[in-house]
């Protein structure tokens, strides 16, 4: 198994819902993020998990939740977001954050997020 | 200024073509992805490179850490190949941090 897949591909929800995207990778890759992509506009980093432990968050709103249960699991928990969050959340890993020499990147295929 | 730049920003070409993209960045890197992103779609990574040359299939990639440029080219152009390409660097500070460029839209006409 070499991907990462991401569920849902797509998600509406209300400003008052809460809902969760998942994010798994069978790889044995130890490191794990999340970005948010706009429309036309490169990837905004996160959060990143490094061996299951929170890394980097990049003063992300606490409307958004990172969860990383497993080394093979990482969720987004959202919760009362707002119209300007509609956008495309990728997930990533790669193999392993320690060892320069087998870095390498994979990404999923995303969830399309409206907000309405 | 950003940190890594493409160019261009937007290339339209015939099929066949022979295609090149460019990627300039002026941060510390341990290596350069190049990136393949369809309408709408997730992101596929091609190439991950830290010195040299790479080919893989119609596509070959070059980075000069002297000069810190990097270069995609894509051979017989195609249809398919119509995406967008990102070069994103990977940060020499050991926290896996990429810095994306802005991207450039590919289209290729038959």
């Known amino acids: 198994d070499t991907e990462v897949t991401q569920t849902p591909k797509h998600l509406v929800m209300g400003m008052t819902n809460k809902k969760s995207l998942k994010c798994e990778q069978h790889m044995g890759h130890r490191a794990m993020y999340w970005y948010k992509q706009k429309a036309k506009k490169p990837p905004e980093l996160m959060f990143v998990y490094s061996y299951e432990k929170l890394s980097i968050n990049e003063s992300v709103p606490s409307r958004f939740s990172p969860e990383c249960p497993n080394s093979s699991l990482l969720n987004l928990h959202l919760h009362a977001l707002q119209p300007e969050d509609s956008a495309l959340y990728l997930c990533?890993?790669?193999?392993?954050?320690?060892?320069?020499?087998?870095?390498?990147?994979?990404f999923g295929s995303g969830t399309r997020l409206t907000v309405v | 200024k950003n940190e890594v730049e493409q160019s261009p920003q937007n290339l339209t070409a015939q099929e066949g073509e022979f295609i090149t993209i460019n990627c300039s960045y002026s941060v510390g890197i341990s290596a350069l992805h190049w990136l393949q992103q369809h309408p709408g779609g997730g992101i596929v990574s091609l190439f991950m490179l830290s010195s040299g040359k790479k080919k893989h299939g119609r596509l070959i990639a070059t980075i000069n850490i002297q000069e810190k440029h990097s270069s995609l080219h894509i051979t017989a152009s195609h249809p398919r190949d119509s995406a967008v390409y990102i070069c994103?660097?990977?940060?020499?500070?050991?926290?896996?941090?990429?810095?994306f460029g802005t991207g450039t839209r590919l289209t290729i006409i038959p």
């Open positions: 994103a660097a990977l940060s020499n500070f050991g926290n896996e941090k990429l810095t």
């Open positions: 990533a890993s790669s193999q392993d954050p320690r060892n320069p020499s087998i870095r390498g990147y994979t």
